[in-house]
Nanobody
Framework: QLQLVESGGGLVQPGGSLRLSCTTSGFTLSHYAIGWFRQAPGKEREGVSCISSYGGWTNYADSVRGRFTISRDMAKNTVYLQMNSLKPEDTAVYYC?????WGQGTQVTVSS
């Protein structure tokens, strides 16, 4: 059964950093692109970043470009989202997705 499990969220002060993990099972990670989305209270879910199969191509939303970095570790079946210089507007539930499957999400709160 295909599963994606996010972790690494939490409370951080503005300017701080977090690294989110998306651990996958039930499929060969290297064969599929992985995306990170987020949803803030009262807002629609929005795309944050994505990485191609084998990691040769990445893309970022304008709002996070230069602050967030997506990467993947094939051996650990995990995709990471390194988030630096966090802002209050980054507060949201972050989800990873692939091939139509979604994880349960992890809460990121940026507040002083």
């Amino acid at each position: 059964q295909l599963q994606l499990v996010e972790s690494g969220g939490g409370l951080v002060q503005p300017g701080g950093s977090l690294r989110l993990s998306c651990t996958t099972s039930g499929f060969t990670l290297s064969h599929y692109a992985i995306g990170w989305f987020r949803q803030a209270p009262g807002k629609e879910r929005e795309g944050v970043s994505c990485i191609s199969s084998y990691g040769g191509w990445t893309n970022y939303a304008d709002s996070v470009r230069g602050r967030f970095t997506i990467s993947r570790d094939m051996a650990k079946n995990t995709v990471y989202l390194q988030m630096n210089s966090l802002k209050p507007e980054d507060t949201a539930v972050y989800y990873c997705t692939s091939t139509g499957y979604w994880g349960q999400g992890t809460q990121v709160t940026v507040s002083s």
